[in-house]
RNA sequence: CGGGGCAUGGCGCAGUCCGGUUAGCGCACCUGGUUUGGGACCAGGGGGUCGCAGGUUCGAAUCCUGCUGCCCCGACCA
């Protein structure tokens, strides 16, 4: 996989800007912190928006938009919640502009201030569960199971292309539910769905797990995790479950009768993705040529290059062409045929391997003589000669193959970077080197101190910890199981 | 918000220390020709308020003052 890969934090960053920039994936905007997402990068994002909105709607989920601004009061509603966000809201203060003194400008105008600041929504919980409170009257309304495609604005103070912007575009899920347990389950069910999504569609795989209290969201009574391994050993959190407990319904009133008669307040949770996860699937796969992508998420899953000198030539091979495209999309393949004749064939083969097309055909005079073509993929660059008839059937298996292949690669360089530590000293030294499993006394001090000391988290508690005594590597006290430490995004 | 760096054509940079012709180079772009199995070559051409605002000077990309924006590292976070 990967070669020549920097390691250091600043040459790994410039790496992944200048490849994000030049795959025309997404590039910084002239607004503070967001950024202006190109259309092929935009086109990758819409194959995962596809295929996550699929698999919510087949877990009985349905789409709704709620309002982008959020009453100042709202917010203030949930105590941890506020807490959490208070820091990075954007507030809309006033409602009007005016034309300067100078005439050379506009000034807000002073007489236009709103008696209630609006805040542009950090995330929905607040406005939706206020919503809820209308919807809601009897267990028979439940479970309400909502999903949100939507922009959020955090105003963080620093800003890294779709890792953390100030701006950005996400999938929030929202439900509310007459038991503990139910509500439980669904928090439960869509870390499975994120988990699935992400392994089996980015081809990134994932450590399921539950947060530590302090790494919590902010109103959560629990919040489930994945967490990936990035190509500098870093982890990346790619998508976060939270059991909501009764609080948000208790925040805004939102009570149902019971089966029983009973008034009772209801269950939530909340989930979501980003953005984010396309700096996952750069991050997770790249080389130094490009951007390698997993064929279930590829926009262009095979281009075609034609090779030729003259136009006669070229209508040889356009027909050549015709057909076998034809063939392949009957199959369901997105298939691109660059016939521009403004850039040269070398120069398209490095133009797809940037943009990490999974798969190339080449045709030129030499294949038309002899009833072939050649066929590259985009991994392991190898090169193979197919006989015409059976260039669908190549193609297929490539895909799929293709697709395993770019899974193991990254679990096997997880599995290559993942250590255990069984003292302090030995963790420090493991910690720079990638994900380190290690007993936690299970304190926030303990988490506290060796984060300001080493700089790694607790990404997460691992749902499939294996019980095992042991001891704390900072403090020496009891622990039933090891925990998932690692520095992270 | 702290620490470091940067701002010169669409992109990447040189020139700034030590002020002085018409601000230069690579890539990209346009025209013509030759090319086309891994980012072609030759010839010609277009494109710049040197981040912004003041100041010093006969003269400022270059010196001084103030401001703004961006990038990287940290704190915060998905």
């Known amino acids: 996989m990967a070669k020549a890969i920097?390691?250091?934090?600043?040459?790994?960053?410039l790496w992944y800007n200048e490849l994000v920039k030049k795959a025309g994936l997404a590039e910084n905007s002239q607004v503070r912190g967001c950024m202006v997402i190109k259309p092929y990068g935009f086109a990758i994002w819409e194959k995962m928006q596809q295929a996550l909105d699929q698999m919510f709607k087949d877990t009985g989920h349905e789409n709704a938009y709620f309002p982008l601004f959020i009453p100042k009061s709202f917010l203030s509603k949930e105590a941890d919640h506020v807490e959490g966000f208070a820091k990075e809201c954007a507030v809309v203060t006033h409602y009007r502009l005016k034309t300067d003194e100078s005439k050379k400008g506009v000034v807000v105008d002073p007489d236009a201030k709103l008696e209630e600041e609006l805040i542009v929504r950090p995330t929905s919980e607040t406005v939706i569960w206020d919503s809820y409170k209308n919807w809601i009257q009897s267990y028979r309304d439940l479970p309400l199971?909502?999903?949100?495609?939507?922009?959020?604005?955090?105003?963080?103070?620093?800003?890294?292309?779709?890792?953390r912007t100030a701006e950005f575009l996400w999938q929030e899920g929202h439900t509310a539910h007459a038991?503990?347990?139910?509500?439980?389950?669904?928090?439960?069910?869509?870390?499975?769905?994120?988990?699935?999504?992400?392994e089996n569609f980015m081809a990134v795989p994932v450590i399921k797990g539950v947060k530590t209290p302090s790494e919590r969201f902010a109103g959560a009574v629990d919040t489930y995790c994945i967490e990936a391994m990035m190509q500098d050993r870093k982890a990346l959190q790619a998508g976060t479950s939270h059991f909501l407990g009764q609080n948000f319904a208790k925040a805004f009133n939102v009570k149902f009768a019971s089966k029983e008669g009973k008034e009772e307040f209801v269950w939530g949770t909340s989930w979501g993705v980003s953005t984010r996860l396309m700096g996952a699937l750069i991050m997770a796969h790249s080389d130094d040529d490009g951007l390698v992508l997993p064929p279930k998420l590829a926009p262009i899953q095979v281009v075609i290059v034609p090779i030729y000198k003259t136009d006669e030539e070229l209508n040889k091979i356009t027909e050549v062409v015709n057909g076998l495209s034809s063939d392949l999309k009957a199959s369901g393949i997105s298939v691109k045929f660059d016939n521009r004749d403004t850039h040269k064939p070398g120069w398209k083969f490095a133009e797809y391997e940037l943009k990490g097309v999974p798969a190339r055909i080449a045709i030129g005079p030499r294949d038309l003589e002899n009833g072939t073509v050649e066929i590259a993929r985009r991994d392991t660059k190898e090169k193979t000669t197919v006989e015409l008839g059976n260039v669908l059937g190549h193609i297929k298996g490539l895909l799929e193959e293709m697709q395993t292949s770019i899974y193991n690669n990254a679990l096997a360089f997880r599995k290559e970077?993942?250590?255990?530590?069984?003292?302090?000293?030995?963790?420090?030294?493991?910690?720079?080197?990638?994900?380190?499993?290690?007993?936690?006394?299970?304190?926030?001090?303990?988490?506290?101190?060796?984060?300001?000391?080493t700089k790694a988290t607790i990404r997460c508690i691992p749902l499939d910890q294996k019980k095992e005594d042991g001891k704390c590597i900072f403090s020496g006290k009891p622990s039933a199981g090891r925990v998932l430490f690692a520095k992270a995004y």
């Open 417 to 453: 970077n993942t250590y255990e530590a069984d003292s302090y000293e030995e963790f420090k030294e493991l910690v720079d080197k990638g994900f380190v499993y290690a007993h936690w006394d299970g304190t926030d001090e303990t988490e506290e101190k060796i984060k300001e000391e």
């Open 6 to 13: 920097p390691t250091r934090d600043e040459d790994y960053s």
């Open 145 to 163: 199971k909502i999903n949100q495609w939507a922009n959020v604005v955090r105003w963080e103070l620093r800003t890294r292309l779709f890792l």
């Open 179 to 198: 038991t503990k347990d139910e509500a439980i389950e669904e928090t439960e069910q869509m870390l499975g769905v994120y988990a699935d999504f992400v």
